[in-house]
């Protein structure tokens, strides 16, 4: 599992602290007093701690992949949210993702998951050698030790194993009809009277390209459709169009379409929703194997360490070879 998939889990989950404590049947807090918990952890699943600086370590990784991950550039978005909404985003995205890993862990021993003393000493390689990457100022900043680093790794190869497990088993067969995703122009208009003058324009031999340029009121002329983009309705007429054929107008809630189809099948964006659809799948059985479980784990957050943990003191500093090199060695 690569860090696009591993961070993929993470994303329609933001968790707030009141998330973080397990809760019993009735719905009941459930809260277990053990020994007194070290001053540098922030919180715990079971008997599993996270220190403040593995999450800052977490943190800095998330933000410095953030825009390789998710195709977005932080620049960009700096002109949408400020600085301080981003790095809170990311800040949450990391206590959800780092507690999910920790839950996954507990779900090993469920299916007798647990890793050889070869990946342990794997773990315990890949952390020497993010260190050597690291400059010496971010391993002062984070202050953070080789063996915390090879726990993060170790609990990144547990939670590879329990979702492989648990979803291989799960049919990610898809049909090429499922996934056919269809390279289209379209005209789109509000008022009838436009709608009429579109239909005779192309009843007399216009060509729709040129039309569509005259008329079109949508964002887009091209487009490429996968299924669920359109309403039932239209969906229907698009997915039934050859290559080259038009259809007639359709008319719409929110106004008038008339679609010519370019192509009927793309392969290379059809073979790659194939590939999103199968990941879909196993992605939601995974989800309702976790959220079940979840409610049984006990996870302790301790407020005040959570507040102190930010990262917005670290300009200077990076981690963006923390998943590559996880990568290279699992």
Do not use: H
Request: aromatic content about 10%; some cysteine; charged content about 30%.
């Amino acid at each position: 599992m690569n860090k696009k998939r591993i961070l993929s889990l993470f994303m329609a989950v933001v968790l707030s602290s009141s998330f973080l404590a397990g809760c019993g049947e009735e719905g009941e807090e459930i809260v277990v007093f053990t020994t007194p918990i070290p001053e540098n952890v922030v919180f715990t699943v079971e008997d599993t701690e996270c220190t403040k600086a593995q999450l800052k370590l977490l943190m800095l990784s998330n933000r410095d992949t953030y825009g390789d991950i998710y195709g977005i550039d932080i620049s960009e978005t700096a002109n949408m949210r400020t600085e301080a909404e981003l790095l809170s985003y990311i800040r949450d995205l990391t206590l959800s993702q780092w507690v999910k890993i920790c839950v996954m862990n507990e779900i090993a021993a469920d299916y007798d998951i647990e890793l050889s003393d070869i990946d342990r000493s794997v773990a315990s390689s890949a952390a020497v050698e993010l260190v050597t990457r690291l400059s010496e100022e971010t391993i002062e900043y984070l202050n953070i030790t080789i063996d915390e680093i090879a726990q993060m790794y170790e609990l990144l190869a547990v939670s590879d194993k329990v979702y492989e497990t648990i979803t291989k088993n799960i049919s990610t067969e898809v049909s090429d009809d499922e996934s056919r995703v269809l390279r289209i122009r379209q005209i789109f208009v509000q008022e009838e009277d436009k709608a009429c003058a579109v239909a005779a324009e192309l009843e007399n031999g216009a060509d729709f390209a040129v039309t569509a340029a005259s008329y079109n009121e949508a964002d887009e002329i091209s487009l490429n459709v996968y299924r669920g983009d359109f309403s039932e309705d239209i969906e229907k007429v698009l997915f039934t169009l050859n290559d080259d054929e038009m259809s007639a107008r359709i008319d719409a809630s929110n106004g008038y379409y008339f679609f010519y189809c370019v192509s009927k099948y793309d392969e290379e964006l059809s073979e790659a929703n194939k590939k999103v659809i199968s990941d879909n799948r196993q992605r939601e059985a995974f989800d309702k194997v976790y959220k079940e479980y979840e409610k049984k784990v006990d996870r302790r957050l301790i407020e005040e360490r959570w507040a102190a943990v930010d990262i917005t003191d670290a300009d200077g500093f990076g981690a963006t070879d923390f998943y590559p090199v996880y990568d290279r060695y699992f």
